[in-house]
């Protein structure tokens, strides 16, 4: 299944991210009135287990945090932020200023981490929309908190594939890693796949 896109429209995919991401970096700026820097630095198609696997080992097995938000179009799926539960305070730290005590930081991290999520999954969709030739309809981004299987929430594990970014944030001197990942059933990774491809060559074509 983690076949069904080449290196070329895994290359493709990386690059429309890449817009998507800087287009993100500049509306956090204005956010946090700082200079924000962020970075797709690589794109890998996996199976859900691999995936959740992965997040975990980045947490050395402790919870990650993450904004969902629901996508359609002639793929469809969702779309996760998704951070290590240690590093997310930090992140939010570094939107809201070091003199927000730590018990209201507590409690203002979700809100902040949907407004971040909002911002950044939005620039995905949209940069895929506009590049791909497409209409994606989304819904509003809800808040998850726990391990690597409970995040991606795969429903059919055998049969769908997530598509895999590391996220390098920089705010105000602190470097954030977090992860973007699609979740797509087989057949929508195939629409999407489809939809890669047909970009691929208008783009060798032009």
């Known amino acids: 299944m983690t076949e069904l896109i080449g290196a070329l429209e895994r290359d493709a995919v990386g690059e429309i991210l890449n817009v998507a991401i800087g287009q993100a970096a500049a509306s956090l700026s204005r956010m946090v009135g700082d200079r924000v820097a962020l970075s797709v630095p690589f794109v890998e198609f996996l199976p859900p287990a691999e995936a959740a696997e992965r997040l975990d080992a980045t947490t050395g097995g402790a919870d990650s945090v993450a904004v969902r938000q629901h996508f359609s179009s002639s793929f469809s799926g969702d779309i996760l932020l998704i951070f290590p539960e240690k590093r997310s305070l930090d992140l939010v730290r570094s939107m809201l200023g070091d003199s927000v005590p730590m018990d209201s930081l507590t409690e203002l991290e979700q809100e902040a981490l949907l407004e971040v999520g909002n911002v950044i999954l939005n620039a995905c969709l949209g940069s895929l929309a506009n590049q791909l030739g497409l209409v994606i309809e989304s819904s509003l981004p809800i808040y998850l908190r ?3 299987a409970r995040i991606l929430d795969a429903k059919h594990p055998d049969t769908e594939l997530v598509m895999f970014l590391r996220v390098d944030f920089s705010l105000t001197a602190k470097g954030v890693q977090g992860h973007l990942a699609f979740v797509m059933d087989i057949v929508s990774a195939r629409h ?10 208008r783009v060798v074509g032009r």
């Open 146 to 148: 726990g391990r690597g």
């Open 192 to 201: 999407f796949a489809d939809a890669v491809s047909a970009y691929v060559a």
